[in-house]
Structures are given as C-alpha cells and as structure tokens.
C-alpha cells in the first residue's frame, strides 16, 4: 500500500488531466480514498485490475477481451 500511495503523490505532482492506475493491493481498502481525491482534483483516472474491483467506485467499466474493448455493464 506504502510504494501505491508514494507512487500516487509522485504524479500528483505533475497536476495530471489523466492518471492511469494499475491495481494496488487492496484496492476495496485504497480505491474509494483515491477515487475522492481524483475527483476532488478533477483528474480523469483509468484502472486497471480484476473485474469487479472498482465496480462500487468507477463510473464506466470496460473490459479488452482478444483485444477488443469491451463496455461491461456495472453491476
């Protein structure tokens, strides 16, 4: 959690308008905290991870299937 949150802080300080996050270890623990930061900075972010780890937090979710992009209904 420690080497996501340093990671996070250091392109932070760029002011992104986009954050690509790859899944951090406990992303039902981290997630929510991040995404009301992201919001707060009005940064669009995309995650990656296993479906159904942001579900509860993301607006959109999509997954590549043979890669192709696919719109996953959230459930």
């Known amino acids: 959690d420690t080497q996501f949150l340093v990671a996070l802080a250091r392109a932070l300080v760029h002011r992104p308008r986009i954050l690509l ?7 039902s623990v981290l997630a929510p905290h991040v995404r009301a930061l992201v919001d707060e900075l009005r940064i669009t972010s995309i995650w990656s ?8 937090i993301c607006d959109r979710e999509y997954r590549i299937e043979r890669g192709l992009l696919e719109s996953a209904p959230l459930q």
């Open 21 to 27: 996050l790859a899944a951090p270890a406990r992303p």
């Open 49 to 56: 991870g296993q479906p159904g780890d942001w579900t509860a």
